[in-house]
Protein backbone atom coordinates (compact mmCIF):
# COMPACT_ATOMS: atom_id res chain seq x y z
CA UNK A 1 0.00 0.00 0.00
CA UNK A 2 1.39 3.75 -0.63
CA UNK A 3 0.07 5.66 2.12
CA UNK A 4 0.08 10.08 1.84
CA UNK A 5 -0.22 12.02 5.02
CA UNK A 6 -0.63 15.59 5.33
CA UNK A 7 0.29 16.79 8.45
CA UNK A 8 2.81 14.10 8.66
CA UNK A 9 4.61 15.94 11.57
CA UNK A 10 2.00 16.28 14.16
CA UNK A 11 2.25 13.57 16.60
CA UNK A 12 -0.57 11.19 16.23
CA UNK A 13 0.26 11.59 12.47
CA UNK A 14 3.93 10.27 12.92
CA UNK A 15 2.85 7.33 15.03
CA UNK A 16 0.50 5.90 12.18
CA UNK A 17 3.39 7.02 9.58
CA UNK A 18 5.16 5.12 12.01
CA UNK A 19 3.04 1.75 11.77
CA UNK A 20 2.74 1.43 8.31
CA UNK A 21 6.76 1.89 7.44
CA UNK A 22 7.48 -0.89 9.60
CA UNK A 23 5.41 -2.78 8.54
CA UNK A 24 6.43 -2.46 5.05
CA UNK A 25 3.93 0.19 2.84
CA UNK A 26 5.15 2.91 1.05
CA UNK A 27 4.58 6.36 3.52
CA UNK A 28 5.13 9.70 2.34
CA UNK A 29 3.73 13.38 3.39
CA UNK A 30 3.59 17.07 3.40
CA UNK A 31 4.19 18.98 6.65
CA UNK A 32 4.28 23.18 6.59
CA UNK A 33 7.08 23.29 9.00
CA UNK A 34 10.28 20.73 9.77
CA UNK A 35 10.85 19.84 12.81
CA UNK A 36 12.87 17.07 15.04
CA UNK A 37 10.18 14.63 14.62
CA UNK A 38 10.05 15.19 10.77
CA UNK A 39 13.87 14.96 10.33
CA UNK A 40 13.48 11.63 12.75
CA UNK A 41 11.14 10.14 10.00
CA UNK A 42 13.42 11.11 6.90
CA UNK A 43 16.09 9.60 8.88
CA UNK A 44 13.95 6.63 9.10
CA UNK A 45 13.64 6.65 5.31
CA UNK A 46 10.22 8.88 5.11
CA UNK A 47 10.05 11.16 2.27
CA UNK A 48 8.74 14.74 3.21
CA UNK A 49 8.48 17.59 1.58
CA UNK A 50 7.17 21.30 2.90
CA UNK A 51 5.77 23.25 0.37
CA UNK A 52 2.18 23.15 -0.07
CA UNK A 53 2.81 21.78 -3.89
CA UNK A 54 0.80 19.65 -5.71
CA UNK A 55 3.30 18.57 -8.02
CA UNK A 56 5.57 17.09 -5.41
CA UNK A 57 2.36 14.22 -4.55
CA UNK A 58 3.63 10.70 -5.45
CA UNK A 59 1.88 9.28 -8.38
CA UNK A 60 0.60 6.12 -7.26
CA UNK A 61 -1.28 6.57 -3.62
CA UNK A 62 -3.77 4.13 -2.89
CA UNK A 63 -5.16 5.99 0.63
CA UNK A 64 -4.24 9.70 1.91
CA UNK A 65 -3.91 10.37 5.77
CA UNK A 66 -5.34 13.61 7.11
CA UNK A 67 -5.54 15.57 10.36
CA UNK A 68 -7.91 18.10 10.96
CA UNK A 69 -5.32 20.74 10.96
CA UNK A 70 -4.59 20.46 8.24
CA UNK A 71 -6.48 22.91 6.26
CA UNK A 72 -9.05 22.31 3.68
CA UNK A 73 -7.81 25.16 1.62
CA UNK A 74 -4.52 23.95 1.46
CA UNK A 75 -3.35 23.57 -2.13
CA UNK A 76 -2.64 19.47 -1.98
CA UNK A 77 -5.83 19.03 0.05
CA UNK A 78 -7.80 20.75 -2.86
CA UNK A 79 -6.26 18.49 -5.47
CA UNK A 80 -6.36 14.93 -4.07
CA UNK A 81 -9.76 16.05 -3.26
CA UNK A 82 -10.59 16.90 -6.65
CA UNK A 83 -8.53 14.50 -8.48
CA UNK A 84 -10.48 11.65 -6.07
CA UNK A 85 -7.95 9.78 -4.17
CA UNK A 86 -9.42 7.74 -1.21
CA UNK A 87 -8.80 10.15 2.16
CA UNK A 88 -9.53 9.51 5.66
CA UNK A 89 -8.84 11.33 9.04
CA UNK A 90 -6.07 10.07 11.30
CA UNK A 91 -8.51 8.75 13.62
CA UNK A 92 -10.74 7.01 11.16
CA UNK A 93 -7.21 5.00 10.40
CA UNK A 94 -6.66 4.48 13.85
CA UNK A 95 -9.68 2.65 14.37
CA UNK A 96 -9.57 0.35 11.68
CA UNK A 97 -5.98 -0.44 13.44
CA UNK A 98 -7.45 -1.31 16.44
CA UNK A 99 -10.45 -3.42 15.36
CA UNK A 100 -10.05 -6.74 16.75
CA UNK A 101 -7.93 -6.08 18.86
CA UNK A 102 -8.36 -5.88 22.41
CA UNK A 103 -8.04 -1.78 22.58
CA UNK A 104 -7.00 -0.14 25.54
CA UNK A 105 -7.87 3.82 24.92
CA UNK A 106 -6.72 6.51 27.50
CA UNK A 107 -9.17 9.68 27.25
CA UNK A 108 -9.87 12.54 29.24
CA UNK A 109 -8.72 16.34 28.66
CA UNK A 110 -5.22 16.06 30.37
CA UNK A 111 -3.02 12.71 31.80
CA UNK A 112 -3.62 10.32 28.74
CA UNK A 113 -0.13 10.77 26.97
CA UNK A 114 1.24 9.75 30.71
CA UNK A 115 -1.10 7.21 31.70
CA UNK A 116 -1.08 5.53 28.27
CA UNK A 117 2.81 5.52 28.11
CA UNK A 118 2.74 4.15 31.56
CA UNK A 119 0.51 1.19 30.51
CA UNK A 120 2.08 1.02 27.38
CA UNK A 121 5.32 0.66 29.24
CA UNK A 122 4.56 -2.18 31.93
CA UNK A 123 2.24 -4.48 29.54
CA UNK A 124 5.52 -4.58 27.30
CA UNK A 125 7.40 -5.68 29.45
CA UNK A 126 5.12 -8.42 30.52
CA UNK A 127 3.63 -12.00 28.59
CA UNK A 128 0.74 -10.19 27.47
CA UNK A 129 2.76 -7.53 25.51
CA UNK A 130 1.37 -4.71 23.44
CA UNK A 131 1.54 -2.48 20.09
CA UNK A 132 0.78 1.51 21.09
CA UNK A 133 -0.26 4.60 19.41
CA UNK A 134 1.17 7.41 22.10
CA UNK A 135 0.43 11.43 22.21
CA UNK A 136 4.01 11.84 22.90
CA UNK A 137 7.75 10.20 22.74
CA UNK A 138 7.81 7.91 25.45
CA UNK A 139 11.31 7.59 26.68
CA UNK A 140 11.05 4.37 27.70
CA UNK A 141 10.28 3.40 23.57
CA UNK A 142 12.36 7.02 22.14
CA UNK A 143 8.97 6.88 20.57
CA UNK A 144 5.49 7.57 20.29
CA UNK A 145 4.73 3.88 18.22
CA UNK A 146 5.43 0.37 19.90
CA UNK A 147 4.80 -2.63 17.56
CA UNK A 148 4.10 -6.40 18.50
CA UNK A 149 2.79 -8.32 15.68
CA UNK A 150 2.14 -11.04 18.37
CA UNK A 151 0.28 -9.22 21.54
CA UNK A 152 -3.68 -9.01 21.01
CA UNK A 153 -3.28 -5.58 22.97
CA UNK A 154 -3.12 -2.39 21.49
CA UNK A 155 -2.63 0.99 23.60
CA UNK A 156 -4.20 3.97 22.19
CA UNK A 157 -4.06 7.76 22.95
CA UNK A 158 -7.48 8.89 22.20
CA UNK A 159 -7.48 12.50 21.56
CA UNK A 160 -11.44 13.93 22.42
CA UNK A 161 -10.70 17.03 20.13
CA UNK A 162 -13.17 16.70 16.84
CA UNK A 163 -14.66 13.87 18.23
CA UNK A 164 -11.63 11.64 17.41
CA UNK A 165 -11.95 9.17 20.00
CA UNK A 166 -15.32 8.28 18.86
CA UNK A 167 -13.77 5.77 16.19
CA UNK A 168 -12.85 3.52 18.99
CA UNK A 169 -14.90 0.65 20.70
CA UNK A 170 -12.15 -0.14 23.41
CA UNK A 171 -11.40 -3.48 25.60
CA UNK A 172 -10.97 -1.07 28.73
CA UNK A 173 -11.62 2.83 28.46
CA UNK A 174 -10.23 5.15 30.60
CA UNK A 175 -11.32 8.91 31.45
CA UNK A 176 -8.61 10.74 33.13
CA UNK A 177 -10.77 14.42 33.35
CA UNK A 178 -13.46 15.77 31.46
CA UNK A 179 -13.07 19.86 32.38
CA UNK A 180 -14.25 22.54 29.63
CA UNK A 181 -11.52 22.62 26.75
CA UNK A 182 -11.65 22.46 22.37
CA UNK A 183 -14.95 24.54 22.88
CA UNK A 184 -13.81 25.86 19.65
CA UNK A 185 -15.11 22.63 18.30
CA UNK A 186 -17.75 21.52 20.74
CA UNK A 187 -19.40 25.16 21.74
CA UNK A 188 -20.50 24.09 24.90
CA UNK A 189 -19.03 21.96 27.61
CA UNK A 190 -22.14 19.76 27.71
CA UNK A 191 -21.66 19.32 23.89
CA UNK A 192 -18.14 17.85 25.00
CA UNK A 193 -19.43 15.55 27.88
CA UNK A 194 -22.27 14.00 25.69
CA UNK A 195 -19.02 13.16 23.55
CA UNK A 196 -17.23 11.37 26.49
CA UNK A 197 -20.19 9.86 27.63
CA UNK A 198 -20.70 8.27 23.60
CA UNK A 199 -17.12 7.19 24.07
CA UNK A 200 -17.70 5.50 27.52
CA UNK A 201 -20.94 3.75 26.01
CA UNK A 202 -18.50 1.97 23.08
CA UNK A 203 -16.39 0.52 25.69
CA UNK A 204 -16.94 -3.40 24.75
CA UNK A 205 -19.39 -5.63 26.64
CA UNK A 206 -17.43 -7.38 29.32
CA UNK A 207 -14.68 -5.09 29.03
CA UNK A 208 -13.75 -2.45 31.42
CA UNK A 209 -14.34 1.38 32.10
CA UNK A 210 -11.93 2.83 34.84
CA UNK A 211 -13.05 6.04 35.83
CA UNK A 212 -11.25 8.87 37.70
CA UNK A 213 -13.07 9.52 40.88
CA UNK A 214 -15.58 12.17 41.47
CA UNK A 215 -15.36 12.79 37.36
CA UNK A 216 -18.77 14.40 36.06
CA UNK A 217 -19.99 14.18 32.86
CA UNK A 218 -23.05 15.91 33.23
CA UNK A 219 -22.60 19.77 33.60
CA UNK A 220 -26.14 19.36 36.42
CA UNK A 221 -24.17 17.06 38.72
CA UNK A 222 -26.75 14.88 39.03
CA UNK A 223 -25.86 11.53 40.98
CA UNK A 224 -26.84 8.48 39.01
CA UNK A 225 -26.41 4.86 41.10
CA UNK A 226 -24.84 2.51 38.69
CA UNK A 227 -23.26 -0.34 39.81
CA UNK A 228 -22.85 0.97 43.66
CA UNK A 229 -20.54 4.10 42.42
CA UNK A 230 -22.93 6.36 42.52
CA UNK A 231 -20.22 8.92 43.11
CA UNK A 232 -19.47 9.24 39.77
CA UNK A 233 -21.95 11.82 38.63
CA UNK A 234 -22.61 10.02 35.32
CA UNK A 235 -25.41 8.67 33.09
CA UNK A 236 -23.35 5.62 32.16
CA UNK A 237 -26.65 3.03 32.42
CA UNK A 238 -25.78 2.10 28.93
CA UNK A 239 -22.41 0.70 29.20
CA UNK A 240 -21.74 -2.93 29.43
CA UNK A 241 -18.57 -3.07 30.86
CA UNK A 242 -17.37 -3.45 34.96
CA UNK A 243 -16.87 -0.15 36.37
CA UNK A 244 -13.96 0.71 38.49
CA UNK A 245 -12.59 3.80 39.70
CA UNK A 246 -9.65 5.05 40.44
CA UNK A 247 -8.04 8.62 42.42
CA UNK A 248 -4.91 10.13 44.09
CA UNK A 249 -6.56 11.35 46.98
CA UNK A 250 -9.42 10.20 48.86
CA UNK A 251 -10.41 6.56 50.17
CA UNK A 252 -14.43 5.86 47.97
CA UNK A 253 -12.23 4.90 44.62
CA UNK A 254 -11.53 0.78 44.24
CA UNK A 255 -8.09 2.25 43.48
CA UNK A 256 -6.47 4.53 45.31
CA UNK A 257 -3.11 5.77 46.61
CA UNK A 258 -2.18 6.11 50.20
CA UNK A 259 0.95 7.43 52.40
CA UNK A 260 2.54 9.30 48.82
CA UNK A 261 5.86 10.40 50.36
CA UNK A 262 8.38 12.35 48.12
CA UNK A 263 12.89 11.40 48.84
CA UNK A 264 15.30 12.88 46.41
CA UNK A 265 13.01 13.74 43.54
CA UNK A 266 11.00 10.45 43.92
CA UNK A 267 7.55 9.70 44.85
CA UNK A 268 6.76 6.43 46.70
CA UNK A 269 3.03 5.39 47.37
CA UNK A 270 1.39 2.19 48.50
CA UNK A 271 -1.45 1.48 46.50
CA UNK A 272 -4.71 0.20 47.43
CA UNK A 273 -7.09 -1.80 45.37
CA UNK A 274 -10.07 -4.37 45.97
CA UNK A 275 -7.65 -7.21 46.43
CA UNK A 276 -5.52 -5.59 49.36
CA UNK A 277 -2.47 -3.10 48.88
CA UNK A 278 0.42 -2.82 47.39
CA UNK A 279 3.03 -1.17 49.41
CA UNK A 280 5.93 1.47 48.33
CA UNK A 281 5.85 1.75 44.67
CA UNK A 282 8.09 3.70 43.39
CA UNK A 283 7.97 6.87 40.70
CA UNK A 284 11.23 8.56 39.88
CA UNK A 285 12.06 11.82 38.85
CA UNK A 286 8.27 12.76 38.58
CA UNK A 287 5.34 15.32 39.20
CA UNK A 288 3.08 14.61 42.10
CA UNK A 289 0.36 14.49 39.85
CA UNK A 290 2.04 11.44 38.31
CA UNK A 291 0.90 9.21 41.51
CA UNK A 292 -2.98 9.80 39.64
CA UNK A 293 -1.84 8.64 36.57
CA UNK A 294 0.15 5.36 37.78
CA UNK A 295 -3.14 4.45 39.95
CA UNK A 296 -5.11 4.58 36.74
CA UNK A 297 -2.44 2.58 34.98
CA UNK A 298 -2.37 -0.08 37.67
CA UNK A 299 -6.24 0.00 37.53
CA UNK A 300 -5.96 -0.72 34.10
CA UNK A 301 -3.32 -3.71 33.99
CA UNK A 302 -4.19 -5.25 36.92
CA UNK A 303 -7.97 -5.82 35.77
CA UNK A 304 -6.00 -7.30 31.99
CA UNK A 305 -4.20 -9.75 34.92
CA UNK A 306 -0.62 -8.05 35.32
CA UNK A 307 0.96 -9.36 38.48
CA UNK A 308 1.84 -7.16 41.52
CA UNK A 309 5.39 -7.34 40.70
CA UNK A 310 5.14 -6.74 37.12
CA UNK A 311 3.75 -3.64 38.26
CA UNK A 312 6.31 -2.73 40.50
CA UNK A 313 8.85 -3.16 37.92
CA UNK A 314 6.86 -0.93 35.14
CA UNK A 315 6.41 1.95 37.27
CA UNK A 316 10.03 1.86 38.91
CA UNK A 317 11.67 1.75 35.37
CA UNK A 318 9.98 4.30 33.54
CA UNK A 319 11.50 7.02 32.41
CA UNK A 320 8.58 9.62 31.48
CA UNK A 321 7.49 11.38 28.18
CA UNK A 322 9.38 13.92 26.68
CA UNK A 323 7.76 17.38 27.80
CA UNK A 324 5.87 15.91 30.46
CA UNK A 325 7.39 17.01 33.74
CA UNK A 326 10.84 16.65 31.92
CA UNK A 327 14.17 17.53 33.58
CA UNK A 328 15.89 19.30 31.09
CA UNK A 329 18.74 20.39 34.19
CA UNK A 330 18.87 18.73 37.82
CA UNK A 331 21.51 20.24 40.00
CA UNK A 332 22.22 21.16 43.51
CA UNK A 333 21.73 24.95 42.25
CA UNK A 334 19.13 24.94 39.52
CA UNK A 335 16.43 22.97 38.46
CA UNK A 336 15.22 23.52 34.76
CA UNK A 337 11.79 21.35 33.90
CA UNK A 338 9.63 21.54 30.46
CA UNK A 339 6.29 20.41 30.52
CA UNK A 340 3.37 20.06 27.50
CA UNK A 341 1.28 21.95 30.15
CA UNK A 342 -1.89 23.97 28.27
CA UNK A 343 -4.82 24.11 29.86
CA UNK A 344 -5.00 26.04 33.53
CA UNK A 345 -5.92 22.46 35.18
CA UNK A 346 -2.57 21.31 34.18
CA UNK A 347 -0.64 24.33 34.63
CA UNK A 348 -2.11 24.53 37.96
CA UNK A 349 -1.18 20.54 38.59
CA UNK A 350 2.30 20.83 37.23
CA UNK A 351 2.97 24.22 39.63
CA UNK A 352 1.61 22.12 42.57
CA UNK A 353 4.00 19.44 41.54
CA UNK A 354 7.27 21.86 41.79
CA UNK A 355 6.03 24.00 45.13
CA UNK A 356 5.50 19.92 46.15
CA UNK A 357 9.08 18.92 45.41
CA UNK A 358 10.97 22.26 45.72
CA UNK A 359 9.03 23.91 48.42
CA UNK A 360 10.07 27.87 49.14
CA UNK A 361 12.48 27.73 46.10
CA UNK A 362 12.23 31.14 43.75
CA UNK A 363 10.39 29.76 40.47
CA UNK A 364 10.10 31.38 37.13
CA UNK A 365 7.71 30.73 34.83
CA UNK A 366 7.58 30.65 31.07
CA UNK A 367 4.27 30.21 29.26
CA UNK A 368 3.08 30.78 25.35
CA UNK A 369 -0.57 29.96 25.47
CA UNK A 370 -1.89 27.64 22.41
CA UNK A 371 -4.96 28.76 20.30
CA UNK A 372 -6.29 32.14 20.49
CA UNK A 373 -9.91 30.76 21.33
CA UNK A 374 -8.55 28.83 24.40
CA UNK A 375 -7.10 31.81 25.77
CA UNK A 376 -10.03 33.71 25.33
CA UNK A 377 -11.97 30.93 26.81
CA UNK A 378 -9.87 30.85 29.61
CA UNK A 379 -8.28 33.88 30.21
CA UNK A 380 -9.27 34.00 34.19
CA UNK A 381 -8.45 31.09 34.90
CA UNK A 382 -5.31 30.92 33.09
CA UNK A 383 -4.43 34.59 35.02
CA UNK A 384 -5.39 33.35 38.21
CA UNK A 385 -3.52 30.16 38.22
CA UNK A 386 -0.27 32.39 36.82
CA UNK A 387 -0.67 34.54 39.38
CA UNK A 388 0.67 32.00 41.97
CA UNK A 389 4.27 32.06 40.59
CA UNK A 390 7.36 34.10 41.85
CA UNK A 391 8.44 35.21 38.16
CA UNK A 392 6.28 34.75 34.85
CA UNK A 393 7.31 35.31 31.11
CA UNK A 394 4.68 35.11 28.61
CA UNK A 395 5.37 34.53 25.13
CA UNK A 396 3.38 35.64 22.60
CA UNK A 397 0.23 33.07 21.88
CA UNK A 398 0.71 29.81 19.47
CA UNK A 399 -2.11 30.08 16.71
CA UNK A 400 -1.68 26.41 15.45
CA UNK A 401 -4.83 25.88 13.35
CA UNK A 402 -6.83 29.38 14.25
CA UNK A 403 -6.71 33.25 12.69
CA UNK A 404 -6.51 35.90 14.89
CA UNK A 405 -9.11 36.90 17.16
CA UNK A 406 -9.54 40.89 17.98
CA UNK A 407 -8.86 41.45 20.92
CA UNK A 408 -7.07 38.11 22.75
CA UNK A 409 -3.73 38.20 23.28
CA UNK A 410 -1.29 37.50 25.95
CA UNK A 411 -1.07 40.84 26.67
CA UNK A 412 -4.86 40.51 28.09
CA UNK A 413 -3.68 37.54 29.86
CA UNK A 414 -0.92 40.16 31.59
CA UNK A 415 -3.06 42.59 32.69
CA UNK A 416 -5.06 40.23 34.58
CA UNK A 417 -2.13 38.43 36.61
CA UNK A 418 -1.97 39.98 40.35
CA UNK A 419 1.52 40.72 41.07
CA UNK A 420 4.25 42.94 39.53
CA UNK A 421 7.31 40.38 38.43
CA UNK A 422 5.26 39.87 34.73
CA UNK A 423 6.72 40.21 31.50
CA UNK A 424 5.90 39.92 27.66
CA UNK A 425 8.88 38.66 25.79
CA UNK A 426 9.83 37.02 22.25
CA UNK A 427 11.76 33.94 22.43
CA UNK A 428 15.41 36.13 22.28
CA UNK A 429 14.50 38.23 24.98
CA UNK A 430 13.32 35.00 26.95
CA UNK A 431 17.37 34.00 26.60
CA UNK A 432 18.31 37.22 27.59
CA UNK A 433 15.66 37.51 30.55
CA UNK A 434 16.03 34.41 32.27
CA UNK A 435 19.19 34.05 33.78
CA UNK A 436 19.20 37.40 34.63
CA UNK A 437 16.13 36.60 37.01
CA UNK A 438 18.50 34.29 38.73
CA UNK A 439 15.87 31.50 39.54
CA UNK A 440 16.10 28.33 41.33
CA UNK A 441 13.54 26.41 39.54
CA UNK A 442 12.93 27.44 35.99
CA UNK A 443 9.46 25.87 34.26
CA UNK A 444 8.72 26.49 30.57
CA UNK A 445 4.79 25.06 29.91
CA UNK A 446 3.07 25.44 26.62
CA UNK A 447 1.95 22.92 23.66
CA UNK A 448 3.27 25.46 20.78
CA UNK A 449 6.56 25.70 19.34
CA UNK A 450 7.78 26.77 22.80
CA UNK A 451 9.55 23.43 22.74
CA UNK A 452 12.34 24.94 20.07
CA UNK A 453 13.36 27.24 22.27
CA UNK A 454 13.79 24.92 25.27
CA UNK A 455 17.11 23.24 24.50
CA UNK A 456 18.36 26.63 23.68
CA UNK A 457 17.53 28.03 27.67
CA UNK A 458 18.38 25.16 28.73
CA UNK A 459 21.90 25.87 27.18
CA UNK A 460 21.82 29.50 28.17
CA UNK A 461 21.23 28.21 31.97
CA UNK A 462 23.63 25.22 32.10
CA UNK A 463 26.23 27.81 33.12
CA UNK A 464 24.22 28.62 36.18
CA UNK A 465 23.81 25.44 37.40
Known sequence: MNYYFLGIGGIGMSALARFFHQRGDTVSGYDRTASPLTHQLEQEGIAIHYDDDPAQIPDAIDLVVYTPAVPRETAEFQYLLQKG?????????????????????????HGKTSTSSMIAHILSHTKLGCSAF???????????????????????????????FLQLHPFCSVITATDPDHLDIYGTHENMLEAFRQFASQT??????????????CEEHEHHHHEGHD????HLDNVEASIRSYTARGIDADYYSQNVRNYNGNIYFDLRTP???????????????????????AAAVLGLGVSD?????????????????????????????????HHPQEIAACLESVRYLYPGKRLVVVFQPHLYSRTRDFAD?????????????????????????????????????????????????????????????????????????????????????
Open 275 to 297: KGVIYDLELPNTALYSVENAVAA
Open 204 to 217: EPGGMLILKEGISM
Open 381 to 465: EFAKVLSTVDELIMMPIYPAREQRIPGVSSSMVLHKVKGLSKYLCSADQVLELVPVLFPDVVLTMGAGDIDRLVPRLEEALKGMS
Open 134 to 164: LGGIAKNFDSNIVVDSQSEYVVVEADEYDRS
Open 85 to 109: VPMEKRSQVLGEITRGKKCVAVAGT
Open 231 to 234: HHEM
Open 309 to 341: QELREGLRTYLGVRRRFDYRIKTKNLVMIDDYA
